[in-house]
């Protein structure tokens, strides 16, 4: 006899996963620069909520923000996606990463002095492209974290981070619709784009939101070859310059010529263990016009926050050596008058400081089920909700 609270429990998972993957994909959505949502992932799902949000200002602006909303401008007006607190591999909060940028404005963290080892800023006819060297430890990367890659799609379509945004004003002549304006330029949505994060590398690429191939150019589906294979530049000239400059379109990421061939890549899937080898050397483009600059020119605000950083720390120092002195007084007062009072020498101080400034805070507790967790959660759920429909059917 068929036992109906099984029929039901298979029921519930099964428009719960019906549900989840009837949600609008990040790279489905449209939105403008002067009128970003609270959060622009509000579907829900398997991996929980966004995180951040999307509509920062200067509340925002600080080391603890969780702006959610990255720009690619330039050589010295960019973000990065990296972790909101140290301590995690990439891999494993793709969907919580944060924007850390090269300016204020933006309500976003600021990429600290000494992070940015060698940039190299990118303009070719379908997208803009910066890469470089970076210092991880400075944006809460672990030092040997190998990375990953964040981009708007993500195996459940809600991108890595969830609701994260991209936005350029370099395609304001190719825009399809109006998105906004800051400082007198129009900020386009960037559609297609992908960041590369790990072994003290970066890149990130903005593909022309008006181009139809822009999805092959800032492909998302080599994420096991990073930087090298999916942004090829001259890699071995980057660390330590910072130049900006104009260059031809690269090959299709996967992409490569053999034999007077264009021949496609197929990456295997983790389960065969780590990339050994790789059937091909990555065509780079060649770049002209270049113009060099100093990082202390270009990365203001970076310095700007460690001297305001270096003064607030002094200065907290100060209070805290005066309040200590104030509290030592005060206690030797105190213990004098005790002593006068009971006439022992020997007579207890009065009452002591137990209210040290040195207590515990509450320690941020852990962040949930990671994307590629949840992802493993929702396979194995859904597999089991197939399974049980398909035994149903059956009888």
């Known amino acids: 006899m068929l036992q109906l609270a099984p029929v039901l429990a298979v029921a519930a998972l099964a428009g719960n996963a019906l549900a989840q993957s009837s949600t609008t994909p990040l790279a489905a959505k449209r939105f403008q620069w002067n009128n970003l949502p609270y959060k622009a992932d509000t579907d829900g799902g398997i991996r929980g909520e966004q995180v951040g949000y999307n509509r920062c200002n200067a509340t925002t602006q600080n080391q603890d923000s969780l ?3 990255a720009v690619i401008n330039s050589i010295d007006d960019f973000c990065l996606w990296a972790p909101p607190t140290p301590g995690e591999e990439v891999g494993n909060i793709e969907g919580e990463m944060v924007a850390w940028c090269t300016k204020e404005g933006y309500g976003t ?3 600290p002095e000494g992070a940015l080892q060698g940039v190299q800023f990118i303009r070719t006819p379908h997208y803009v492209q910066v890469v470089g060297f970076i210092d991880q430890t400075k944006i809460n990367m ?15 379509q809600r991108g890595n981070p969830l609701g994260g945004l991209v936005f350029s004003n370099q395609f304001s002549a190719n825009a399809t619709s109006m998105n906004g304006t800051a400082g007198g330029q129009r900020f386009s949505q960037v559609i ?9 590398q970066f890149c990130l690429k903005a593909c022309d939101p008006s181009w139809e191939n822009g999805w092959a150019m800032c492909e998302h589906i080599y994420d096991r070859i990073g930087c090298q294979y999916n942004a090829p530049s001259e890699w071995t000239k980057i660390n330590g310059t910072y130049e900006s400059c104009e260059g031809d379109d690269q090959l299709y990421p996967g992409q490569y010529i053999e034999n007077g061939q264009t021949r496609t890549y197929t990456q295997p899937p983790e389960s065969l263990g780590v990339i050994t080898s790789i059937p091909y050397t990555p065509f780079t483009p060649p770049s002209s016009e270049c113009t060099p600059y100093t990082s202390s020119a270009i990365y203001t605000a970076a310095s700007q926050q460690a001297a305001a950083t270096t003064t607030s720390s002094a200065s907290e120092s100060m209070t805290s050596s005066a309040s200590s002195v104030s509290e030592t007084s005060s206690g030797a007062s105190s213990a004098s008058g005790s002593t006068s009072r009971s006439g022992s020498g020997s007579g207890a101080a009065g009452p002591s400081a137990t209210g040290s400034t040195g207590g515990n805070a509450a320690a941020q507790g ?5 994307g590629a967790e949840g992802l493993k959660v929702a396979a194995v759920l859904t597999a089991g909700v197939a399974g049980i429909i398909g035994a149903l059917v059956a009888l």
Do not use: K, V
Not at 143 to 156: F, N, R, S, T, V
Not at 192 to 200: D, E, K, P, R, T
Not at 366 to 370: K, P, R, W
């Open 67 to 69: 702006c959610q909303t």
């Open 109 to 111: 963290r600021i990429i």
């Open 142 to 156: 672990l030092a040997d974290d190998y990375g990953g890659e964040m981009d708007p799609h993500g195996a459940d």
């Open 192 to 200: 297609q784009w992908h960041n590369f994060m790990g072994a003290s």
């Open 366 to 370: 852990g962040n949930g089920d990671s």
